[in-house]
């Protein structure tokens, strides 16, 4: 939390606007998500790393209200809203861009952005988030008649993102951005995602396979695997440990290898 | 002028077919599942509204008993989402079909143990007028059955297109995950598309029994609307009504030109001609592109 600009501010302000505390969640009879916690603290970048298949992407869906917990406390902005409906977070704020682009196929793209809006009732603010939301997407705004079916991978990704900010969150919860994008392109969607977070200043949970581009824009990280928090630090110091270089910046580690796997390991679990 | 009146006749029937026709789309495109007792619907709309009108029963004004007929279709829809379809969320889409035949079984039978299973005929204001137009003499049954389905399919159109609640719904049709992740309260507007499908059947019920008797058992002509659906690409509300038209228009043609008989076997017949050449049906491509 090095990072984070209000340490200076009183202990109030502190407070994290989003803490997770021994979730647990089931897909029927199998468990997905082993009791995490975890903080995000207003401003703050918070990224959650992990393999396929680790629950990344169940953890965004319980903290969203897609999926129910079975246990845990979810707070936002120290109220428990564990067992709110999906629409119900959606008006305190808290906005899911889901993975892999789901979006609405068959509407416009500024159909689809402007049911971004919809727990909205303010319209003359709406209007202006979407001329705030095409500044930033500017080739939304030539494809705006487009069927968003048929916009590009890398437009629909832009797309969700867009839509996601007509709620107006306060924070975001980002599933994998980067999918399936060139280098060039998810360097373009970082930039603007870093933007976001300092000019509107829209808290942000990252959930990335690519670590590096996650780190390099993150202020702090969580390690996930089998749906646990195995690891979590200040972004820079992730970046750094010999673990996240070996298993998801590709450094190579060839000395010793039998006794560096054992001591990974350990300080995995 | 045989064909005119002919035609006219076909017309009119086909936009009943139409009309259920778009209740099966909206049902499919909110839950994925056909709703099998959508003719059932109709008929009981059809009911209500006689219940409501005749002289022998209740008796109000025929412009007073119909929006109330709607009313109760509507609300007939709702619940039967909440209370039983809700349920069924997370099953395959095989149990909503399973569970929507035997509510037609029920609906018929209910219907006949409080109606009777005698011919019914809704009494209206316009019922045996006719407009001669030189040798063309038209039922004003007939006139407003059409003119009645061009208003209601303009206006579910437009509700579609510009209507938030509309929007909310196609957006949940496409994509429900998604439409969860925006904020839409998916399970409400589910509940809201089985409240406008009861509507729609209330309208088709109240428009057949203007212009023709009928009793429990002619739910079952939910069948040839299925074909009419079939044939228009199950997914568009456009195709549906005009799925209805086809189908309505060439029956009595088969009717008058062909052998006893084949009339019957007319709808399913172009049904899998359509099957068999679009397999995606008449109006795949407007699918693609509009509601
Ligand atoms: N709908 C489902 N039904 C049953 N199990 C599921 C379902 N979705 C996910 N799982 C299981 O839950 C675990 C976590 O999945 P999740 O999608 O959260 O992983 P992830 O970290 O997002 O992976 P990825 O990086 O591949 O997106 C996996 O073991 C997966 O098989
Ligand atoms: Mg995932």
Redesign the interface.
């Given at each position: 939390m090095n990072k984070n600009p209000n340490n200076q501010m009183p202990v109030l302000r502190d407070a994290p606007v989003l803490r997770i505390e021994n979730l647990e969640s089931y897909y029927g009879p199998i468990m997905a998500i082993r009791g995490v916690s975890l903080e995000v603290r207003e401003g703050q970048i918070v990224t959650i790393l992990g393999a396929n298949g680790a629950g990344k992407t169940t953890l965004l869906k319980t903290i969203s209200g897609v999926m129910t917990p079975a246990k845990g406390i979810i707070e936002l902005n120290g109220e428990n809203i564990s067992t709110l409906e999906a629409d119900q977070i959606v008006k305190k704020h808290m906005v899911h861009v889901p993975e892999g682009r789901e979006i609405f196929p068959l509407l416009s793209v500024e159909k689809n952005i402007s049911i971004g809006a919809y727990v909205r009732k303010d319209r003359e603010e709406i209007k202006r988030d979407e001329e705030m939301v095409y500044s930033y997407f500017p080739i939304l705004k030539e494809r705006a008649k487009q069927q968003a079916g048929t916009l590009s991978g890398g437009q629909q990704q832009m797309l969700a993102i867009a839509r996601g900010l007509m709620a107006k969150p306060k924070i975001m919860l980002l599933d994998e951005p980067s999918l399936g994008l060139s280098p060039l392109l998810v360097e373009e969607i970082f930039t603007i995602l870093k933007r976001l977070n300092v000019e509107q200043k829209v808290t942000m949970v990252l959930v990335e396979q690519n670590a590096k581009v996650a780190l390099d824009v993150a202020d702090y990280g969580y390690v996930m695997e089998l749906g646990r928090i195995v690891m979590a630090d200040d972004a820079d110091k992730l970046e750094n440990s010999k673990d996240i270089q070996a298993f998801y910046l590709g450094v190579r580690q060839d000395n010793e290898r039998g006794q560096r796997r054992y001591k990974q390991r350990k300080t995995w679990r | 002028m045989d064909m005119m009146q002919l035609l006219i006749s076909g017309l009119a029937n086909g936009c009943v077919y139409g009309l259920i026709a778009l209740g099966f789309v909206l049902i499919y495109k909110a839950t994925e599942a056909v709703n099998f007792a959508q003719g059932d619907f109709m008929m009981l709309g059809a009911f209500i509204t006689i219940w409501l009108t005749n002289t022998e029963y209740l008796g109000l004004n025929f412009y007073l008993a119909v929006p109330i007929a709607i009313l109760i279709m509507g609300v007939l829809g709702y619940l039967l989402d909440i209370l039983v379809i809700r349920r069924m969320f997370g099953q395959p889409q095989i149990a909503v079909v399973i569970l929507t035949i035997a509510l037609g079984f029920i609906i018929r039978f209910v219907v006949g143990a409080i109606w009777g299973h005698d011919p019914h005929l809704l009494e209206t204001p316009f019922a045996g007028k006719e407009l001669k137009i030189g040798a063309l003499v038209l039922g004003y049954e007939e006139i407003a059955v059409i003119i009645v389905t061009l208003l209601l399919t303009f206006m579910l159109f437009t509700f579609f297109r510009k209507a938030?609640l509309g929007?909310?719904m196609?957006?949940a049709s496409?994509?429900q995950?998604?439409?969860?992740?925006?904020?839409?309260?998916v399970k409400k507007i589910q509940s809201l598309v089985w409240a406008l499908a009861g509507i729609v059947a209330a309208v088709a019920g109240a428009l057949f029994a203007s212009k023709g008797a009928i009793d429990p058992s002619t739910g079952l002509l939910g069948i040839k609307a299925f074909a009419a659906a079939v044939i228009g690409g199950f997914g568009s509300l456009p195709g549906a009504l005009i799925g209805g038209l086809i189908i309505g228009v060439v029956e009595p043609f088969a009717a008058y030109y062909l052998p006893a008989g084949y009339s019957q076997v007319a709808p399913y017949a172009i049904m899998l001609l359509v099957l068999i050449f679009r397999p995606a049906g008449l109006f795949a491509q407007m699918q693609?592109?509009?509601v």
């Open positions: - | 938030k929007q909310a196609q957006a496409q994509n995950l998604a439409a969860y992740y925006v904020g839409i309260p693609n592109k509009k």
